[in-house]
C-alpha cells in the first residue's frame, strides 16, 4: 500500500535535514581543524616575521654602529685637520708678528742712522763753515801769525785724543805692574817652597811593622824630636798601616829625611845619636846625587868647564817644579831648544846653550839671596865668571835688564816654547774648567756680544755678536779690544786665537 505523500515528503525532509545535519557536523569539523591549522600557521608566520624583525633589526644596529664609527673616524679626522690648519695659522702669525718686529727694529735702526748721519752732515757743513772762516781770518794774518794759529788750532783739535792715550797707557801701565808683581810673587814662593801641594810636598816611607812607629817616635817623643831637627822635616805617624809620612817644603831636606829614615829602620837602631849620623851621612849621599844630577845635565847638553857650584845648583834644580814641570828637565830642554835656533842664526851654540842651562838655577837658591831668580842667578854667574853675554841673557830673560846680544831674545823664545809646549806643565781639571769660563765670560761681558765659546782646549774663543748692533768695522774693534782684555786680565798657556762671527739671515716663506 502506497504510502500517503506528505509522509513521503516528510520522509523526505527528515532525511534532507539528517543529511544536512551530518554536513554541517562534518563542515564544523573540518572548518574547526583548519581554522587550527590556519592559527598554526599564523603563529608559525607571526614567529617568522619576529625573527626576521630581530635579524632585521641586528642587522640595522650594526649598520648604524659601523656608520656611527666612520662617522666619527671622518669627524676626528677633520679636527686634526682644522687643528694643524690652526698651528700653522698660528705660526705663521707669529712669524708675521716677529717679521714686523724685526721690520720695525729695522726701520727705528735706518731712522736713527738717517739721524745720526743728518748731524754728522751738519757737523761737518758747520765745521766747514769755521773753516772757511778761519782760513779766510788766516790769509789776512802774516806768515808766522798763520802757522802759530794753525799750531793752536791742531793742539786743541788733538787734546781730546791725547787725553784718551795717556788714560789707555796709564791703565796699560797699572795692568802690566799688576802682571809683574805676580809673576814677582810667584818667584819668590818658587825660591822658599815648591809648590805647595801634597804630591810635590811630602814623601812616603814604608816600614816593615807597626812597632816601628814606636820605635821611631822613642821614649816621651824624643826621637822624633831629634829627627825633625836634624832634618827640617815633619814626620806624621798616623793610623795608616805600614807608612810614615815625610813632610817638607824643601825637596832636599824631604830627599835627605827619606834616605836617613829607610837606614834607621834597616839597621833597627833608633836614637838620637843614630839619628844625627844618619842624617849626615843621608846628606851627605844627596849632595852627592845632586852633583851627578848637574853633571848628567851638563853632558845631555854638551858643556864643559863649569865650576862646581853652579853644577850643585843645576842638581838642585832636579828637586824644584814648576808648574809640575821639573826645573832641571825645563832648563836641558831650554839649552838645546837655544842651541838649535842659535845654529839656525849662525850664532855660537854653546854660549846659547849656556844661556838655556844656567837661566833658572836662581830657583835652587835659599831666601838669602836678594833679587828675583833671575837677576840672582845672574849674580853668581858673574861671580864664577861666566861669558858677559850669559849672564845678560840670564838677567834680562824676564825683561828686567836690557839686552845686550841675540842670546837674551833666544833664550826668551826657548823659555816660551819650552813652558807651553802641549804636556810640559800639567793642570788639573778644576783649574783648566775655570780658566775656560773665564775667558768666556770676559768675551761676554763686551757689548754687543750675543754668546762666546771657548774651543779647542781654551787655545781659540769664537764670539757670536748681534748683527742689528754691531757693524763690520765695530766687529774688528771688538776683537782688538778682546785681545787686549784677555792678554790683561787672564793667565793662560801659549796663544789664543779670537774669532768674531757676525752674521745675517734672512727667511722667507712663499704660500
Same mark, same amino acid.
Given at each position: ?18 543529511? +544536512? ?36 633589526? #641586528? ?14 673616524? =671622518? ?8 687643528? @694643524? ?7 705663521? %702669525? ?5 717679521? =714686523? ?51 793752536? &788750532?791742531?793742539?786743541? &783739535? ?20 799688576? !802682571? ?32 816601628? !812607629?814606636?820605635?821611631? $817616635? ?7 824630636? @831629634?829627627?825633625?831637627?836634624? +832634618? ?6 798616623? &793610623? ?24 834607621? $829602620? !834597616? ?5 838620637? *845619636?843614630?839619628?844625627?849620623? #844618619? ?14 844630577? /848637574? ?46 835656533? #842659535? ?52 838677567? #834680562? ?7 845686550? =846680544? ?16 802641549? /804636556? ?8 783648566? $774648567? ?5 775667558? %768666556? ?39 782688538? *779690544? ?12 801659549? *796663544? ?16
Amino acid at each position: 500500500m502506497e504510502a500517503p505523500v506528505h509522509v513521503v515528503i516528510v520522509a523526505l525532509l527528515a532525511g534532507l535535514f539528517s543529511a +544536512t545535519g551530518i554536513c554541517w557536523l562534518v563542515f564544523r569539523r573540518l572548518s574547526s581543524g583548519e581554522q587550527a591549522r590556519s592559527r598554526r600557521e599564523v603563529e608559525e608566520s607571526r614567529a617568522m616575521l619576529r625573527e626576521e624583525a630581530a635579524r632585521r633589526a #641586528a642587522d640595522a644596529d650594526e649598520l648604524f654602529k659601523k656608520r656611527q664609527a666612520e662617522m666619527e673616524a =671622518s669627524f676626528q679626522k677633520r679636527e686634526s685637520l682644522v687643528a @694643524a690648519r690652526e698651528g700653522e695659522l698660528a705660526q705663521a %702669525e707669529a712669524r708675521r708678528i716677529e717679521q =714686523s718686529g724685526a721690520l720695525d727694529k729695522r726701520s727705528q735702526a735706518i731712522e736713527q742712522r738717517s739721524r745720526q748721519i743728518d748731524e754728522r752732515a751738519q757737523e761737518v757743513e758747520e765745521a766747514l763753515r769755521k773753516y772757511r772762516a778761519r782760513l779766510q781770518e788766516v790769509a789776512a794774518l802774516p806768515m808766522e801769525k798763520a802757522r802759530e794759529a794753525l799750531r793752536e &788750532e791742531a793742539k786743541r &783739535e788733538c787734546e781730546d785724543e791725547l787725553r784718551l792715550f795717556k788714560n789707555e797707557i796709564l791703565d796699560r801701565g797699572e795692568a802690566e805692574i799688576e !802682571k809683574e808683581a805676580r809673576k814677582t810673587l810667584i818667584a819668590c814662593m818658587q825660591r822658599l817652597s815648591s809648590t805647595p801641594m801634597q804630591d810635590a810636598t811630602a814623601t812616603v816611607v814604608p816600614i816593615p811593622s807597626e812597632d816601628m !812607629k814606636g820605635r821611631i $817616635i822613642g821614649r816621651e817623643g824624643r826621637n822624633i824630636k @831629634a829627627f825633625e831637627s836634624a +832634618t827640617g822635616t815633619t814626620l806624621l805617624i798616623d &793610623e795608616t798601616p805600614d807608612s810614615v809620612l815625610v813632610s817638607s817644603f824643601d825637596p832636599v831636606r824631604r830627599e835627605v829625611a827619606r834616605i836617613a829614615l829607610e837606614a834607621l $829602620i !834597616k839597621d833597627g837602631r833608633i836614637h838620637p *845619636t843614630s839619628i844625627e849620623a #844618619a842624617v849626615e851621612a843621608a846628606g851627605e849621599e844627596v849632595k852627592k846625587s845632586v852633583a851627578a844630577f /848637574g853633571e848628567d845635565a851638563l853632558r845631555r847638553v854638551r858643556i864643559t868647564r863649569v865650576h862646581p857650584e853652579i853644577v850643585q845648583l843645576l842638581g838642585k834644580l832636579r828637586y824644584r817644579l814648576s808648574f809640575n814641570q821639573n826645573c832641571l828637565d825645563h832648563t836641558v830642554e831650554v839649552a838645546q831648544l837655544c842651541g838649535l835656533v #842659535a845654529a839656525e842664526l849662525g850664532l855660537d851654540t854653546e854660549v846659547a846653550r849656556r844661556c838655556g842651562l844656567f837661566h833658572d838655577i836662581g830657583k835652587s837658591l835659599d831666601a838669602d839671596y836678594e833679587g828675583s831668580h833671575a837677576s840672582a842667578a845672574a849674580n853668581i854667574l858673574k861671580r864664577l865668571g861666566e861669558d858677559q853675554k850669559v849672564v845678560n841673557a840670564v838677567a #834680562a830673560h824676564h825683561d828686567e835688564v836690557a839686552p845686550i =846680544s841675540p842670546y837674551a831674545a833666544i833664550l826668551k823664545i826657548g823659555d816660551a816654547v819650552s813652558a807651553v809646549r802641549p /804636556g810640559a806643565r800639567a793642570e788639573s781639571m778644576d783649574s783648566y $774648567i775655570q780658566r775656560v769660563k773665564n775667558l %768666556e765670560e770676559l768675551a761676554r761681558r763686551l757689548p754687543g756680544v750675543s754668546d762666546a765659546y771657548a774651543i779647542q782646549a781654551g787655545r781659540e774663543i769664537r764670539v757670536v755678536v748681534a748683527p742689528d748692533s754691531v757693524d763690520d768695522s765695530k766687529a774688528r774693534e771688538l776683537a782688538r *779690544t778682546l785681545r787686549r782684555r784677555i792678554e790683561d786680565e787672564l793667565q793662560y798657556p801659549g *796663544t789664543i786665537k779670537i774669532t768674531v762671527i757676525r752674521e745675517c739671515r734672512y727667511t722667507e716663506q712663499a704660500r
